[in-house]
């Protein structure tokens, strides 16, 4: 991988969550997801958003995308309220849904054609971020014939091709191998680096928030709620720094375990037995993964 | 290769008139092109198939668009299209005969009826077995509406769609013959119901060998040529 990356100015967007609540419809009723969360985000962080499942991560990120709608409260970006999807907040999902009818070059296009960006500024824009993800050696390339790591730095090209001031993550290294995915820490660290965007950034692995995130905000279940804020205070690049991030994983790991262990206990059987705090548990979580 | 010598062989030992075996099929194929009525009667019926294929991919297109995008078509129309399905195209020609009378207008309307509900049933199941994700991420890239369709729901669902396509097909070929062989003039079904009333054996079955013939290279040309490219675009192919 390509050494140290300069800072860049910062391009980021600002985005604020105030008061936000979103309620879904449940047997019997209405069920509460996420409850009261208030979090500013500053222009050109790098926010991780950390918890066991169901506890809203994704919900909160839909909320930004403009996917779904808050019940109460308000989501600002840049001080204006989302009213919807936008190119100025892309979204990686866990699966890159890169398009398998178009080559790599045209699912990088496809973003640019829909906004009616002029013909003549998408080829070079596209060339700009395939380079920057690696990829530019493989555009003409079917989307079948690209490993899973190839694909998550594809669908990442697509997301930055379109310029947005947020990059939205929800768990995009989570189907990858451990190796893919500490290479791809790096470039998307790099990327984050270079161009000062704002990241918001969802997984449940511990280390993972630790090794990207200024800062982590750990959420609580049933209802989903803030229940601490952790800043990360690594020097960057981390890739070296692995000690350092290990030592402080185990450190946010201890702050979840009655958490974990809260959500098993709501989710198993009356009759399935505990293992001791964090054991197995951790692992069904996939919680403090590389540990 | 096979079939032909099992049947020269069969032939030999039946009436040639109830059986007629391939010589005698050559040589009735012969005579209909010499005379270029078999030439005429396959320009005509693929006239007429051409042209209700283009109908019915027009009807089934839109009517599974509609059902595809709204939920209330779907359950207003979902019962009677499935209804008219299960009825036999050709059902709809003593009606078509009475609106249309005996015109290629009344040939033309049972192909239509009787392969664009398979179209439109294809669209929308297509269009619904599509991954989520392929929407959701569209919509976060700002695709809505008609585009949405066109740029990425239709393609998703396209592999799906060519199949039925590929039914619709035979259906509408089915549909045509049947028309042809009871009540409408000219074409390749007029040529197999002459080849009865003469009696002639030998036309009958070369007019049926013409009829597969013709069934096998639009397949083989057109359809599995289509969804062989698309499997390995897709990366379907093992």
């Known amino acids: 991988m390509s050494g140290p990356v300069a800072r860049g100015p910062i391009s980021g967007a600002s985005v604020s969550l105030r008061g936000v609540r979103k309620d879904f419809p449940s047997r019997g009723g209405v069920s509460t997801t996420l409850e009261a969360v208030d979090l500013e985000i500053k222009a050109g962080e790098f926010l991780c958003l950390l918890g066991p499942s169901g506890c809203g991560k994704s919900t909160l990120l839909n909320l930004i995308a403009g996917l779904d709608r808050p019940s109460g409260g308000a989501v600002l970006v840049n001080g204006g309220e989302v009213q919807g999807p936008g190119p100025d907040r892309t979204v990686m999902f866990q699966d890159p849904a890169l398009y398998p009818w178009l080559s790599l070059r045209q699912n990088v296009a496809f973003p640019l054609e829909l906004q009616g960006v002029a013909a003549s500024e998408i080829g070079p824009r596209v060339e700009r971020a395939l380079r920057m993800v690696h990829l530019w050696r493989f555009a003409d390339a079917p989307i079948h014939t690209l490993s899973g790591g190839m694909k998550q730095r594809g669908a990442l090209a697509r997301s930055l091709v379109s310029e947005p001031g947020t990059l939205l993550m929800d768990e995009p290294f989570a189907a990858l191998d451990a190796q893919t995915r500490d290479v791809l820490y790096s470039e998307l660290e790099n990327v984050w680096l270079s161009t000062g965007k704002t990241v918001i950034f969802v997984t449940h692995n511990v280390r993972e928030a630790v090794r990207l995130g200024d800062r982590i905000v750990v959420l609580a279940t049933r209802p989903g709620r803030i229940r601490k804020v952790i800043e990360v205070d690594l020097p960057r690049p981390r890739a070296d720094a692995e000690r350092n991030v290990s030592l402080l994983s185990a450190v946010v790991m201890n702050e979840l375990r009655d958490e974990i262990a809260r959500v098993q206990r709501e989710e198993a059987d009356d009759a399935w037995e505990m293992g001791p705090p964090g054991g197995a548990g951790g692992h069904r979580f996939g919680m403090g993964g590389g540990l | ?238």
């Open chain 2, 1 to 238: 290769m096979v079939i032909a010598l099992v049947w020269a062989a069969a032939s030999r030992f039946v009436d040639p008139e109830v059986f007629p075996g391939p010589r005698l099929v050559a040589s009735a194929l012969y005579d209909r092109l010499r005379d270029g009525s078999l030439f005429s009667s396959v320009a005509l019926s693929f006239r007429r198939l051409l042209l209700g294929y283009a109908l019915s991919l027009g009807v089934g297109g839109v009517l599974g668009l509609l059902m595809a995008s709204s939920e209330r078509f779907r359950q207003a129309t979902g019962p009677a299209i499935t209804g008219l399905q299960a009825l036999p195209s050709v059902c709809w020609l003593p009606l078509g005969l009475l609106w249309f009378g005996l015109s290629d207008a009344a040939i033309l309307f049972v192909i239509v009826l009787g392969s664009s509900l398979g179209i439109a049933i294809a669209i929308d199941a297509g269009c619904r077995n599509i991954p989520p994700l392929f929407v959701r991420a569209a919509r976060t890239m700002g695709a809505r509406g008609l585009t949405l369709y066109r740029r990425v729901i239709l393609p998703a669902a396209f592999p799906e769609i060519l199949t039925g396509l590929r039914l619709a097909w035979a259906f509408a070929w089915r549909s045509l013959m049947a028309g042809e062989l009871l009540f409408v003039t000219g074409g390749l079904g007029q040529l197999l119901e002459v080849g009865r009333e003469l009696g002639d054996m030998a036309q009958v079955v070369a007019v049926m060998l013409v009829i597969v013939m013709l069934g096998l290279s639009t397949e083989h040309l057109i359809f599995a040529r289509l969804q062989e490219s698309l499997r390995v675009r897709w990366g379907l192919t093992r």
